[in-house]
């Protein structure tokens, strides 16, 4: 019961957030997931329904960063500044961040700072 509860108002709050925001090709939408041991991050374009890239804690190209990584918000923030680079590759360099209702703290936040950092602006 209090887990349904709980994921009630997860997507209570995720809806929240999604009604008044949306990405475009100029601005997509910086989707993040959380889940209890990685971190996975999306640019998406809602109005053509794409996504433009990806980047998340499981890809090859941090694997022996992440493995020596010692916490979760160490590898948010690899992840953060992967998505960044990507990014940049692509020619975006505006977004607008969807934190997917959960709360603007730990790996969510690494994650987002991490790619201001690299880059991105929001």
């Given at each position: 019961?209090?887990?349904q509860?709980?994921?009630k108002k997860l997507q209570r709050r995720k809806q929240g957030i999604r009604n008044?925001?949306?990405g475009t090709s100029e601005r997509?939408?910086?989707s993040v997931?959380?889940?209890l041991s990685h971190i996975y991050a999306q640019l998406i374009d809602d109005v053509t329904g794409t996504t433009i890239l990806s980047a998340s804690s499981r890809d090859k190209?941090?694997?022996d960063a992440v493995k020596s990584a010692e916490s979760k918000v160490d590898r948010s923030i690899l992840t953060g500044k992967l998505l960044a680079e990507r990014a940049q590759s692509k020619g975006v360099?505006?977004?607008v961040f969807d934190r997917n209702g959960k709360l603007y703290h730990g790996r969510v936040k690494a994650l987002a700072e991490s790619?201001?950092?690299g880059g991105l602006t929001f």
């Open positions: 019961m209090k887990v509860l709980k994921t008044k925001i949306s997509p939408r910086l997931y959380r889940s190209e941090i694997a360099t505006q977004v790619a201001r950092e």
